[in-house]
T-cell receptor, first 113, second 110 residues
Framework: DGGITQSPKYLFRKEGQNVTLSCEQN?????MYWYRQDPGQGLRLIYY???????QKGDIAEGYRVSREKKESFPLTVTSAQKNPTAFYLC????????????FGPGTRLTVT | SQKIEQNSEALNIQEGKTATLTCNYT??????LQWYRQDPGRGPVFLLL?????KEKRKERLKVTFDTTLKQSLFHITASQPADSATYLC?????????FGAGTRLTVKP
């Protein structure tokens, strides 16, 4: 059963702590993406990766880190430097980067207090 | 700066009517435009893709138009049903990514 998974669904952290969100896909897609969604707003691109061992900053990369050591995995670390980390985080993948349809995971809702 | 605007935050229509959602963009020259559906608390799901050289695309009760002169796409759902209630996002291709609009929340009332 192919797809993209994110875990956990809900995550709570104290301010000042780093936290890592998991994203795994078994679709054999080269490209992967991380978005942030705030209430009433669209998806804002944090980072994307076109291929293993490569990634580029999106519009709001400050305070976030990613790695792409394996084709199927693209974890996102929300660091303590991120000013407003509470949000809904979505991971997506596509066969190649750019214009191809994106497959989204179920999302992780992060709450930092 | 590049901007994607979807006509309104919310649209309410009666079951059986046609819903029309608008996506306008500025300072873009997209070759492709996509529409996604998003249910509350879930990830978006791809619906349709239309290329710049295509005027119209259909899939079952869905129809998308793409006017590169007006810099606008229209998304139609005919014979709407309460199950069509969701937020609909348009997305435009960038260099190596997609950029999404804020979405329009559609409510279809029985």
């Amino acid at each position: 059963d192919g797809g993209i998974t994110q875990s956990p669904k809900y995550l709570f952290r104290k301010e000042g702590q780093n936290v890592t969100l998991s994203c795994e896909q078994n679709l054999n897609h080269d490209a992967m993406y991380w978005y942030r969604q705030d209430p009433g707003q669209g998806l804002r691109l944090i980072y994307y990766s076109q291929i293993v061992n490569d990634f580029q900053k999106g519009d709001i990369a400050e305070g976030y880190r990613v790695s792409r050591e394996k084709k199927e995995s693209f974890p996102l670390t929300v660091t303590s430097a991120q000013k407003n980390p509470t949000a809904f985080y979505l991971c997506a993948s596509s066969i190649l980067a750019g214009r191809y349809e994106q497959y989204f995971g179920p999302g992780t809702r992060l709450t930092v207090t | 700066s590049q901007k994607i605007e979807q006509n309104s935050e919310a649209l309410n229509i009666q079951e059986g009517k046609t819903a029309t959602l608008t996506c306008n963009y500025t300072n873009y020259s997209p070759a492709y435009l996509q529409w996604y559906r998003q249910d509350p608390g879930r990830g978006p799901v791809f619906l349709l893709l239309i290329r710049e050289n295509e005027k119209e695309k259909r899939k079952e009760r869905l129809k998308v138009t793409f006017d590169t002169t007006l810099k606008q796409s229209l998304f139609h759902i005919t014979a709407s049903q309460p199950a069509d209630s969701a937020t609909y996002l348009c997305a435009l291709d960038g260099d190596n990514d997609m950029r999404f609009g804020a979405g329009t929340r559609l409510t279809v009332k029985p």
